[in-house]
């Protein structure tokens, strides 16, 4: 079974610049997260879709972070523009869906790092 | 808040040995999910083991296993006879349940092996 794949790996942009990352979940996996992880943290949810929908973007900077999910499948998380503090690694889950949301066991890709100038 | 703490930031042991990765968390739940995270430098995060707090049997998986204290709040991982490929980030997370399936990561033991 493919793993839950993210591009690029790595990214280094100046800040003020934009940037975009993709990921594409396990198939047949219904729930879709991205997390950001500051070096020295752990993971911080950003957002979670379920299907095409957003189930909690609660944490998400809005005024410079988008996220879509096209058709229920892959999804693309959006930063602009970018402030230096933005700098971490980005990552992807995606899990199946369970009769409980939180019985559900996330599965991660394996990130894009972002440097930011 | 509910929040998860990991109170060692690094750990040592020899190739062979056992070692402890302490976690506690914090929540008026009466069910949800805990895991443990495995991130290698590779920063692939891999899931280790789960326990569901309703559970009171420990979870255990090959050389893995947790002890699972629900009224202390605390969910230990414990590896036995450790290998080189052990040395990683490891994460304890706790998902509270609720509507969202949102998963609270405590900070990390970087744990080393010694050969």
């Known amino acids: 079974e493919a793993g839950v794949a993210q591009s690029p790996r790595y990214k280094i942009i100046e800040k003020r610049q934009s940037v975009a990352f993709w990921c594409n979940p396990i198939s047949g996996h219904a729930t879709l997260y991205w997390y950001q992880q500051i070096l020295g943290q752990g993971p911080k949810l950003l957002i979670q879709?379920?299907?095409?929908?957003?189930?909690?973007d609660s944490q998400l900077p809005k005024d410079r972070f988008s996220a879509e999910r096209l058709k229920g499948v892959d999804s693309t998380l959006k930063i602009q523009p970018a402030k230096l503090e933005d700098s971490a690694v980005y990552l992807c889950?995606?899990?199946?869906?369970?009769?409980?949301?939180?019985?559900?066991?996330?599965?991660f890709g394996p990130g894009t790092r972002l440097l930011v100038l | 808040a509910q929040t998860v703490t990991q109170s060692q930031p690094e750990m040592s042991v020899q190739e062979a040995e056992t070692v402890t990765l302490s976690c506690t968390y914090d929540t008026s739940e009466s069910d949800y999910y805990l895991f443990w995270y495995k991130q290698p430098p590779s920063r692939q995060m891999i899931l280790v083991i789960r326990q569901e707090a309703y559970k009171q049997q420990n979870a255990t998986e090959n050389r893995f296993s947790v002890n699972f204290q629900k009224a202390a709040k605390s969910f230990s991982l414990k590896i036995s006879d450790s290998q080189l490929g052990d040395a990683a980030m490891y994460f304890c997370?706790?998902?509270?349940?609720?509507?969202?399936?949102?998963?609270?990561f405590g900070t990390g033991t970087l744990l080393a092996v010694q050969p």
């Open positions: 879709f379920q299907n095409n929908g957003v189930v909690d």
């Open positions: 997370a706790c998902n509270y349940g609720g509507a969202t399936n949102k998963l609270i």
């Open positions: 889950a995606s899990s199946f869906e369970a009769p409980l949301a939180y019985q559900e066991t996330q599965y």
